[in-house]
């Protein structure tokens, strides 16, 4: 009962501040991209303290130096929940999220959205989403900016593999920008699907850059699910709290 009151309780207000910042990201759209992703960080901030004080979510990250020498990449993540879309940023700043256009459509969450200026795909237009997520990818990334992308495509319950495609490990190999590979066990906390989110403290863990030069996509997603799944097995062992 404790659990649901505390869920219920925060998925009010997070409807109500959604709702009212999308409205005011709105207000944005003429303001430079920068200054829009910092107003984004700023309300993530205060989300995520929310998410503590309510619920009892809370978040641990490892990995953080890998990415001092680093200035744009591809980031591959792992997918379980919607806890890493929100995360995720205040991380990478900046980023351009590959995501399909449906999302667009969900009033104020999508507003929200399209005001980060995401790289927004046709699923079924496969050859041209391809292309796309090229052609704007790499201008995100020589302009600086990190592009997010969950390989699995879809959430996948905690404890599963889901098939990891091969997107952005091709924008790497296109382009010459790293892959920073990040694993996270968020499903365990704030599961797919599921109203009900339990207490604890969500480890994201950061990886080591995989260079995509002179390498195929292929092999290069291989290195990342690797590297990904057996962090994964550490990480989301029953005793992690």
């Known amino acids: 009962m404790v659990l649901f009151i505390r869920s219920l309780i925060f998925l009010i207000f997070s409807t109500l501040a959604i709702?009212?910042?999308s409205v005011f990201m709105l207000f944005s759209f003429l303001l430079p991209l920068h200054y829009r992703h910092a107003q984004i960080r700023v309300?993530?901030?205060f989300y995520f303290f929310a998410m503590k004080l309510v619920c009892r979510i809370d978040y641990h990250v490892?990995?953080?130096?890998?990415?001092?020498a680093i200035k744009a990449g591809v980031v591959l993540s792992k997918h379980q929940s919607t806890w890493e879309t929100f995360f995720l940023p205040l991380i990478f700043h900046d980023p351009a999220v590959i995501a399909k256009r449906e999302l667009l459509w969900i009033p104020f969450f999508g507003?929200?959205?399209a005001s980060s200026d995401p790289i927004i795909i046709n699923r079924s237009a496969r050859g041209s989403a391809m292309q796309q997520i090229i052609t704007k990818g790499k201008k995100c990334l020589e302009a600086g900016r990190w592009v997010l992308v969950f390989p699995e495509g879809t959430r996948v319950?905690?404890?599963q593999v889901?098939?990891?495609k091969l997107g952005g490990a091709r924008l790497a190999v296109e382009t010459g920008f790293p892959i920073i590979p990040v694993a996270h066990n968020?499903?365990?906390f704030w599961p797919k699907r599921k109203f009900i989110k339990r207490p604890g403290t969500?480890?994201?863990v950061i990886g080591p850059m995989i260079s995509s030069e002179n390498k195929k996509p292929e092999e290069v997603l291989e290195l990342a699910k690797n590297w990904i799944e057996t962090t994964m097995k550490r990480i989301d062992a029953p005793n992690v709290t």
Do not use: D, K, M, T
């Open 62 to 68: 490892e990995g953080l130096e890998h990415l001092s």
């Open 186 to 188: 968020a499903g365990r």
């Open 111 to 113: 507003w929200g959205l």
């Open 202 to 204: 969500v480890q994201v």
């Open 19 to 21: 709702s009212l910042y």
């Open 157 to 159: 319950p905690s404890g």
């Open 43 to 45: 309300f993530l901030r």
């Open 162 to 164: 889901g098939h990891y």
